[in-house]
């Protein structure tokens, strides 16, 4: 299995320009990687953390080095809620997991459902949950599942790449 560092790409940026306005006072970033959300929320939130499932990458982030990082699945590790929770998430359907960085699993499903089933555990009331999905996934069955969980989702944004489109889509408890 592939477990390297995902550096900031497309996708990263996408995210970025939609919630460089976010303020608050807990934030959470799901699978981050390099880091390079988290620091983003670091300019705006007062307490924000980052988990991430590999281990390697939380030990040797360099450029976006940040503070409050756990190695868990979504937020199994934490008991706080949070006003803000994004995940740039693992969506590319794939029948393995290949890459815990892309592959999201059967229709681009199964690992970010064990994301949300654990996320849902740690927002606040009347906060937001931000993802990214693609056109090449089943991102439909993302967005009922998120429904499905309480949460009211809807799209805020897309983006072309040359060969898929990117979908943000925001979640409010
Ligand atoms: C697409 S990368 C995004 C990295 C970074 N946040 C960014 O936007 O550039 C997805 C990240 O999620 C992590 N990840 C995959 N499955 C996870 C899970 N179940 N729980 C937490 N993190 C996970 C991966 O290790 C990877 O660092």
Redesign the pocket.
């Known amino acids: 299995m592939k ?1 390297e ?5 497309e ?2 940026f996408f ?1 970025a320009n939609n919630i460089e306005n976010e303020k608050g006072e807990y934030a959470l ?6 880091g ?2 988290t620091k983003l929320l670091s300019e705006n939130f007062s307490l924000v953390i980052g ?4 281990y390697k ?1 939380l030990q040797h982030q360099t450029s976006y080095k940040t503070k409050n990082l756990i190695c ?3 937020s199994d590790a934490l008991q706080i809620k949070f006003d803000f929770i994004v995940c ?3 969506y590319l359907a794939t029948d393995e997991i290949l890459d ?3 592959d999201g699993g059967a229709e681009g499903f199964e ?1 970010p459902k ?2 949300f089933d654990s996320m849902c555990q740690n927002i606040k009331e009347n906060g937001k949950f931000i993802f990214v999905t693609s056109s090449l996934s089943n991102y439909q069955k993302l967005i009922d599942y998120i429904q499905k969980l309480g949460l009211k989702p809807r799209i805020i944004a897309k983006k072309k790449l040359f060969f898929e489109e990117l979908i943000l889509v925001e979640a409010k408890n």
């Open positions: 477990n560092e995902y550096p900031p790409s996708d990263t995210i970033d799901i699978g981050s990687g390099s390079y959300l988990t991430d499932i590999n990458v868990c699945n979504g740039n998430l693992p815990v960085a892309t690992i064990k994301i």
